[in-house]
């Protein structure tokens, strides 16, 4: 392929931050929520330039000749080059976002958020004893003279670079926004809410602090290499090399420092060299850093308008009442849709086979564990029990390392078995396993695209099919004991398994499809997943559009592809939906000659999930449940209210609204909700 027919993992990726952006700024979208999206996209830049970033300066410590010997295209200059640019263009539209929608916007419903200029007499003495009572014994000062070393600046800290009235003193306070809250309601005599930053609390009563006048305070926050997630991006040779260029390098080296716009030129020079930053790290904003901390915005007026309106998770229709849950499954499949639907069926079915006295075993992987969890709860319940647990806990899954080493030891210290990783490579499939003495051993089985993590499947789309059907049950069951290390390949015949058949089987799917389009069948493809990335997987679907196959692309996040190009890539149409809830699921669907199939999975189509990861895609058997799963696509693929089209100038235009307005996530809720309905009245 042609370096024009790939677009840039990195580049696609900041394409889709402008997504988020986009949703800040929809006036459509309630006010809260639009503070909500500035969060997200806030949070999601610290992690890119934290692994991505940082992993884009590793390769400048690589020699040219082992970029070219390891077969790299990856010109680290020019794309740091090209971020900054693009980082650069989207920070002043978010600054646009806020100061002249959100904070008017916020003004109009009576809300303030006031700096310390503002403050009323009221408002100065409040922050006057706020500042003694609750900030001052969490402040954290230091005073550095020109030949002091420099303060450890901690990764996503918020500090205060002070000038003081002597010019070769400088000092450094720490704002304690980790043990405080970011925003505090100031108390008002007149109308109206006002609210202001911990950073101005501190701000004005910084003469208190440093004892004496100070020329000028500037924010700055400091992101750090993490390095630890070097493994989860590169493999094999080039893994080996970046890894010795890291070990001649400090520990998470600094990625980005931004700092307030308004600094003098003098102070950020005296800081680079303190710091030992590069012109690279220099990152320019405005006067608040740390736009994450919008996620705990106050809302005072409990104006339950500026927020979307309450989607309560439903009842399934058929599982909701159910005393027992493993004699339906014996009988039919149940897919659950989060976060449309009720978690609460996963920790019931682990707690009444934790309580069954036929059920021999229960065997799960965690990637995602939450800090709270209702389903490591029932494990430890099973074993209580008598029963034998068995937990694949993947310790190296990205910012969850300390939540599932937590959850692991408590299932350890109850009996279970726990392993915590898989020789050099992530387990990433999610899957849960009940063995249960009836005739014979029977299995059931939890196959889902989402983590075991009742916090995020209240946000995150995705889907979880569970089963008793043997054609799946029996594969879960070989995937476990390729886990638990007593089969070196699982025998799966339905299901395709990362890393031994999950590439071959998708790319036998295209092939058919390519071959019917030749004999001038109707040949098409709909694929919905969070990343495409894998050079392979793009150049065969860049061959099945010049073959006629017709392909619809539903992706959330990068997306390497380059679609509508004339000559490669005219019949694929790819779309991106960001709505309230985030698009996590993984479905496959091939018309395989008027028989049409449809995979559900862990796995998108990126280097890793196919060839570094094990993952599990399986096949909707059952008809009601792939019924209803294609409805909920045919939805998506309609959207014309949040779906935006992705193409090769990474543009994000909308979809035009055709007669019917179709909105994917409010519309499946309907759907799901009908059927409730429906069934309560039969």
Known sequence: MEDQDIIKRDISWLSFNHRVLQEAADKQVPLYERIKFLAIYSSNLDEFYRVRVASL??????KKKDRRKLDLEVKPKKELKQIRKIVQEQQEAFGKIFREEVLPEL???????VSESGYSEEQQAFARKFFFEKVYPHTNTSRLGPDDEATFLKNRGLYFMVELEDPEQLAVVEIPSEVLPRFVELPSSGEGHYITFLDDILRYNLEELLGGPFQGAYAVKLSRDAELYIDDEYSGDLLDKLKKSLERRNVGLPTRFLYDSNMPEGLLKRLRALFGLSRDDLIPGAR????????????????????DPPMPPLPHPELEGLDK???????????????????????QLIEEAANDPAVNSIKITLYRVAARSAIVESLLKARENGKQVTAFIEAKARFDEASNIYWGEQLEKAGALVF??????????????IQREEENLRNYAYLGTGNFNEKTARLYGDHALLTG?????????????????????????HMFVSPFTTRERFTD???KEMERARNGEKAYMILKMNSLEDPGMIEKLYEASRAGVKIQLIIRGICCLAPGVEGRSENIEAISILDRFLEHARVYIFGNGGQEVMYTASADWMTRNLDRRVE?????????????????????????????????TQSNTYREEGDQPVRAQLDTYRFLRKKVESCHKS
Do not use: W
């Not at 300066?57 to 690589?62: E, H």
């Not at 915590?420 to 999610?430: A, L, N, R």
């Open 57 to 62: 300066r590793s390769f400048k410590d690589l």
């Open 107 to 113: 003004e109009s419903r009576g809300i303030h958020l």
């Open 325 to 347: 849950i493993l004699p339906f499954l014996s009988r039919k499949d149940a897919m659950l849709h989060f976060p449309y639907q009720k978690y609460a069926y996963v920790p």
């Open 509 to 511: 799917l295209i092939e």
């Open 469 to 493: 059907d043997a054609r799946l049950a029996d594969e879960v069951a070989q995937i476990f004991m390729l886990l638990e290390k007593k089969v070196l390949i699982p025998k799966c015949r």
């Open 616 to 648: 599990a895609v399986m096949p909707i058997l059952d008809e009601q449940v792939y019924r209803e799963l294609r409805h909920i696509i045919e939805l998506q693929l309609n959207d014309n209210i949040k779906a935006r089209r992705i193409d090769a």
């Open 420 to 433: 915590y990783s898989y020789p050099g490579i992530k387990v990433h499939t999610k899957l849960l396993l």
């Open 288 to 307: 608040y850093h740390n736009f994450n901390d919008f996620f705990g915005f106050p809302n005072p007026t409990g104006d339950a308008s500026l927020h």
